[in-house]
């Protein structure tokens, strides 16, 4: 059982770029979710997709698209990177239960100058 | 709107001191308040999940415990491998809402 896996593990873009970054479990988790993490303001939602087949925004989506490919991957693109998405990118799962803990990956850390 | 707070953003202590961290929280209706643990340069791992004032859980030298204003994460004769940031969440009771709330963390030094 690998969990959350991420690829990249790193990334460094010049800004107007285009990337995915790539997220995918096996635990046959339903939701999937895409959060950055920046010194001192914590995690924030970026996109998360409840179930296959919908996605939704989050707190910062400005930016950023996503795509449900199955119930296994959930890819989230910068379509024209911006120095204001450096940042480190965590993509996490949980699965339908009442404990709604949710597991993370190992995170993507992407500089964009 | 949902807000986590956590203090204090740094701890150092010597191994053996004991010590708490806090994790103060508004939100409309909780439907759980969780903690993880990061390691500098990975991503958070469960630690425990809190779903009622008055709900205590243990893991080896940590015992979180829960009030309906705050969270509390005590740590037991702490050793250097409990160094790491501490996150605190909360999921609310609104069920369009899936994601959780996070605080910014407390970093936690424990020196031999």
């Known amino acids: 059982n690998a969990g959350v896996t991420q690829t990249p593990k790193f990334q460094v873009l010049k800004t107007g770029q285009s990337m995915t970054l790539q997220c995918a479990q096996d635990m046959n988790h339903n939701s999937m979710y895409w959060y950055r993490q920046d010194p001192g303001m914590g995690l924030r939602l970026i996109y998360y997709s409840a179930s296959e087949g919908t996605t939704d925004k989050g707190e910062v989506p400005n930016g950023y698209n996503v795509s449900r490919l199955n119930k296994r991957e959930f890819s989230l693109r910068l379509e024209s990177a911006a120095p204001s998405q450096t940042s480190v990118y965590f993509c996490a799962s949980n699965g339908h239960t009442d404990t709604y803990e949710q597991y993370f990956g190992p995170g993507t850390r992407l500089t964009v100058t | ?112």
Do not use: M
């Not at chain 2, 500098?40 to 859980?57: D, I, M, Q, R, V």
């Open chain 2, 1 to 112: 709107e949902d807000q986590v707070t956590q203090s204090p953003e740094a701890l150092r202590l010597q191994e053996g001191e004991s010590s708490s961290l806090n994790c103060s929280y508004t939100v409309s209706g909780l439907r759980g308040l969780f903690w993880y643990r990061q390691d500098p340069g990975k991503g958070p791992e469960f630690l425990f999940t809190l779903y009622s004032a008055g709900e205590e859980k243990e893991k080896e030298r940590l015992k979180a415990t829960l009030t309906k204003k705050e969270s509390f994460l005590h740590i037991t004769a702490p050793k250097p491998e409990d160094s790491a940031t501490y996150l605190c969440a909360v999921r609310p009771l609104d069920t369009g809402r899936r994601a959780l709330t996070f605080g910014s963390g407390t970093r936690l030094q424990v020196q031999p």
